[in-house]
């Protein structure tokens, strides 16, 4: 490539990260550009998580044999570019013979692979931070000399600072939401609540000093009415207020107790509970929750957290009212969502109960399994 195309490729690269604020539309409209102007014909950019886990990212002009089923032989499994990405050996561009995911396809016979035998592949990065890898190729190029992976690597540190970037300003744009949403809270907590909580107890007050028993049969539909509201707005306040984002499970679920004036007895018996469960076991204990606290007619909650061979468990149990589970539609929003949010993960929900025997909730999540570990000789 001439010195001037070099400059110009670089250059309107830097233009379309610049403009461009959806991290996935960039990726995806970065690495066309790449191939349009280097004239190569496939690539594809690989993101890497916390939890060492990888995504396809963006990918352009597949060929056949990894675009079948949906991508899904790009999406899953290991191979030794994500392998080298995540264990810290690529430090730079660099032709990665032998792509395994076009070697296994061949040996399948999966579909057309296009001519595409090998990869280059460059980290994507933020300082000493890898967090990608972008991998590009041609039909029959077997190699790709040092000034190509130089300019790769150009392209790919703007993309990391891009990738930043955006990142932050998402960042910024939630942290707005979140400040929005806590002054909603503060609001209806200032307003509404402190008007339904005088409507209570006006209602109760005025009961006592009358005799009629029109008047005061409808005034206890007011009191318990509003009692309903103030026990709904409270949630709403509490689900708006973003102050329990950051506590963990415990914290979070004996809280909410609190809020709903439950008493509550809570076992944990793990100690570290993987992120995607505390928010999956966080939002089905809330459901359950407020269940018993708008139908049980107890106050005692017995919270359970634990593990059994291969699952996390939940279990919070009521002593109250119980009710008849054929008599309970499917239809009630609040069971049918445990259930998803449960399957979600792979788990299941369920709920037990009879009248007058309380009601137990019971979930069980498969505790996920660790990547393979890579191993050379697999093929
Ligand atoms: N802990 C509980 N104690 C007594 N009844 C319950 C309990 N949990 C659920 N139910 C019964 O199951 C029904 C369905 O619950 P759900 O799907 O959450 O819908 P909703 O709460 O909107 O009525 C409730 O209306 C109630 O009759
Ligand atoms: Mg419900």
Known sequence: MERNEELFLIKSIAEM????????????????????????????????????????????????????????????????????????????????????????????????????????????????????LLNVASPGKLNFDDDELHILESIAYQIGTACERIRLSEQERSMLVLEERNRLARDLHDSVNQHLFSIMYTARGTKSISENQTITNSLDEIYYSSKDALAEMKDLIWQLSSDHIKEGLKIRLVNYCKTLDLSVSYECLENKIPDYLETAFWKIGREALNNINKHAESSKVIIHVGKIESFFTLKIEDNGCGFNMNEVSNSGFGLTSMRERAKLINGNCLVTSEPNKGTVVYVKVPIRKERKEYNESIN
């Open 17 to 132: 990260l610049n403009k461009e604020t959806n991290m996935e539309v960039m990726l995806q409209q970065v690495l066309k550009r790449i191939l349009e102007l280097t004239n190569l014909k496939t690539g594809w950019i690989f993101l890497f998580d916390e939890e060492k886990e990888y995504q396809l990212a963006a990918h352009a002009y597949l060929p056949e044999a990894l675009e079948l089923k949906g991508r899904k032989y790009m999406c899953e499994g290991s191979c030794r570019c994500i392998h080298r990405g995540l264990t810290g050996n690529l430090k730079k561009a660099t032709n990665m013979i032998d792509c395994e995911r076009i070697e296994r396809s061949i040996k399948e016979k999966r579909g057309n692979t296009e001519g595409i035998k090998l990869h280059a592949s460059v980290p994507i990065k933020l300082g000493e931070v890898m967090f990608g």
